[in-house]
């Protein structure tokens, strides 16, 4: 069993007592990032359905197909309201739920950004949202030490790289399949990790 913070100021911990209170954060932490599945499977699902929902519009030559990513209004509202109502009812949090938060939140901010200057590379955000959309993906599967978030962070940064030398309108289906492969995949996994 793993010491106290109370016994630490009296004593001098050994180093399997350092270890196990580290193993112990680790594994405190994979339980609240696994939970986290909400927003893999959330964001996946509204993310595939607005690229193909894009893709198709260019396709069938729509004036406007960038009316499609509205939904994702709905989904950031949902996903703060999910995430306060969460946070509320957690009893503690430890160090790698503040990496992981803080991680995600960069993430958003820097999504909001190219979204909000897209217009400067003439809205050619497809390849460079999945290149930044790698990072947290990987490390979130780092912090967990779940390779399949690992394995779609990798494919976040091939599509990302496929997405450099395809059509504008492909971009959105190899988007898509980005999604299906870094999102998708890993958070039903991770889900069902949750429910045993």
Same mark, same amino acid.
């Given at each position: %069993?793993?010491?106290?913070? *109370?016994? %630490?100021?009296?004593?001098?911990?050994?180093?399997?007592?350092?270890?196990?209170?580290?193993?112990?954060?680790?594994?405190?932490? *994979? =339980?609240? $990032?696994?939970?986290?599945?909400?927003?893999?499977?959330?964001? =996946?699902?509204?993310i595939v359905?607005a690229?193909?929902? %894009?893709?198709?519009?260019?396709?069938? !030559?729509?004036?406007?197909?960038?009316?499609?990513?509205?939904?994702?209004?709905?989904?950031?509202?949902?996903?703060?309201?999910?995430?306060?109502?969460?946070?509320?009812?957690?009893?503690?949090?430890?160090?790698?739920?503040? +990496?992981?938060?803080?991680?995600?939140? @960069?993430?958003?901010?820097?999504?909001?950004?190219?979204?909000?200057? !897209?217009?400067?590379? #003439?809205?050619?955000? #497809?390849?460079?949202?999945?290149? +930044?959309?790698?990072?947290?993906t990987?490390? @979130? =599967?780092i +912090?967990?030490?779940?390779?399949?978030?690992?394995?779609?962070? $990798?494919?976040?940064?091939?599509?990302?790289?496929?997405?450099?030398?395809?059509?504008?309108?492909?971009?959105?289906?190899? !988007?898509?399949?980005?999604?299906?492969?870094?999102?998708? $995949?890993?958070?039903?996994?991770? *889900?069902?990790?949750?429910?045993?």
């Amino acid at each position: %069993m793993p010491p106290t913070f *109370k016994n %630490m100021e009296t004593e001098k911990l050994t180093a399997r007592e350092s270890l196990d209170i580290i193993t112990a954060m680790i594994e405190k932490a *994979k =339980g609240n $990032v696994q939970r986290n599945a909400f927003y893999f499977l959330l964001w =996946g699902w509204v993310i595939v359905l607005a690229n193909l929902g %894009m893709y198709t519009l260019l396709r069938v !030559g729509y004036e406007r197909p960038a009316l499609v990513w509205l939904i994702t209004i709905p989904a950031w509202i949902y996903s703060i309201y999910y995430g306060y109502r969460r946070e509320k009812s957690r009893a503690t949090t430890t160090h790698f739920d503040r +990496i992981s938060t803080g991680l995600w939140l @960069s993430f958003g901010v820097c999504i909001f950004t190219l979204v909000f200057f !897209g217009y400067k590379i #003439n809205f050619q955000l #497809n390849p460079v949202i999945l290149l +930044i959309t790698a990072v947290p993906t990987f490390v @979130s =599967g780092i +912090i967990i030490r779940f390779k399949p978030l690992m394995i779609g962070g $990798v494919a976040f940064w091939a599509f990302g790289i496929v997405n450099f030398l395809v059509p504008m309108d492909l971009q959105f289906l190899f !988007g898509a399949m980005a999604i299906v492969c870094g999102y998708l $995949v890993p958070g039903y996994m991770l *889900k069902n990790k949750e429910a045993q």
